[in-house]
């Protein structure tokens, strides 16, 4: 009986936020692995922000994603059947391998997890690329020291509550930016930060003044924009701002919105910087040995935001991240 593949693919270019009408949905036949090859069924899906960028035809770090291509994600498969020597069928396997129930593969860029160790979800969350990007972009872009005074925003998120606890685990204080009072009482109570800051409820600026009383030493920024310019009017001598993303700006039909604030990096002696957690990737064992280690030792809790569907609701559960509907890892789960 042959089985059905069902898949989402870009059928227009947004214009500011994503529209039901900028997907569509595929279906045709699975085919079977040839020599070389493995085919698998899709368990979990990766709902990432980066996702609205590879939308827009512009230069980026990874080229577009075509008109009428499958969309682009990371997702962890289970092998079905193999013409592959590296991956036979029961294996659960990480990759690029988009918004689609069944994969066929070469297995570039795919790599066999251990299910036994943790969850599919976990190896792309905590264990995967936000994990990678919280912990490259806080100790090597932020060259974080013990002891230091780390602000993070999109606190509450994938990337940002891992990297405020490892910074937390480094000895810092640590305050986390976050959308609404829930958020920010999982950022105090259960993850371990110092302090949170509800963006939503108050004036941001004011509020970095009481909690980094003697300037931000490291600044992670998630989110860009007028937080992002407020984070800049407290930094400390020789802070480090760590430009991770901007999904303030995502959606944006109109140019990106710059720092103002920007001169307090001369006053500061500060240094800004931007960085893409694939150029880390040769390290990225060394950190997920590290993360495994403080999540075993009760130092890193993980978060998963798990909606379970079909590829058909890819669309809507991507909205989830710009309405920050979400806590913790976003991803879809297939079943
Ligand atoms: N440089 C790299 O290599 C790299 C790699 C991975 C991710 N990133 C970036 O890291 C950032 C976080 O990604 P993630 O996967 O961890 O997503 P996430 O934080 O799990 O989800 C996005 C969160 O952003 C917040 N948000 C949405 N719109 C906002 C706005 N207008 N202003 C302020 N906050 C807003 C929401 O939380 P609230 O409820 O708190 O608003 C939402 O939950 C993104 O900017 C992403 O592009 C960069």
Redesign the pocket.
């Known amino acids: 009986m042959s089985v059905t593949n069902h898949q989402i693919r870009l059928a227009a270019r947004p214009v500011g936020e994503v529209k039901p009408e900028d997907w569509e949905h595929c279906s045709g036949p699975v085919e079977e692995p040839g020599p070389g090859l493995f085919a698998g069924r899709t368990r979990v899906i990766s ?4 996702m609205r ?1 590879w939308l827009d035809d512009r230069p980026s770090y990874l080229p577009p994603v075509g008109i009428g291509e499958v969309m682009r994600a990371g997702s962890v498969i289970e092998v079905t059947a193999s013409q592959h020597p590296d991956f036979q069928p029961g294996d659960h396997v990480v990759g690029t391998f988009g918004v689609q129930e069944y994969v066929v593969s070469d297995g570039r860029g795919a790599m066999k997890i251990d299910t036994s160790l943790a969850p599919p979800s976990t190896y792309l969350g905590a264990l995967g ?2 994990g990678m ?1 919280a912990y490259f ?1 806080l100790l090597e872009v932020g060259a974080l020291k013990d002891g230091e005074t780390v602000v993070v ?9 891992i990297a405020g606890q490892i910074a937390k685990a480094k000895g810092c204080r640590v305050v986390g ?4 009072p829930e ?1 920010c009482a999982l950022l105090t109570g259960e993850l371990g930060f110092d302090a949170a800051i509800d ?2 409820a108050e004036d941001v600026r004011k509020a970095l003044r009481r909690e980094a009383p003697d300037g931000i030493d490291v600044y992670f920024d ?4 007028d ?1 992002l310019d407020a984070a800049l009017t407290r930094l400390a001598m020789h802070a480090r701002v760590v ?6 700006q ?1 959606n944006n039909a109109t140019p990106v919105q710059g720092p103002s604030n920007y001169l307090s990096l001369l006053v500061r002696r500060a240094r800004m910087e ?5 150029d880390y990737a040769k390290r990225y064992a060394e950190a997920a040995q590290d993360i495994s280690a403080w999540i075993g030792a009760g130092r890193i809790k993980v978060k998963e ?1 798990v909606v379970r569907g079909s590829v058909d609701d890819f669309p809507e559960t991507l909205q ?11 991803v879809l789960d297939l079943g």
């Open positions: 709902l990432d922000p980066a960028g690329m936000p990007t972009g925003s999109g606190a509450a998120g994938a990337v940002g509550s930016i976050a959308g609404g958020k963006y939503r998630n989110v860009g924009g937080i430009i991770c993303g901007a999904i303030s995502y931007g960085f893409v957690v694939f935001h989830m991240l710009f309405r920050g509907d979400n806590v913790g890892k976003l």
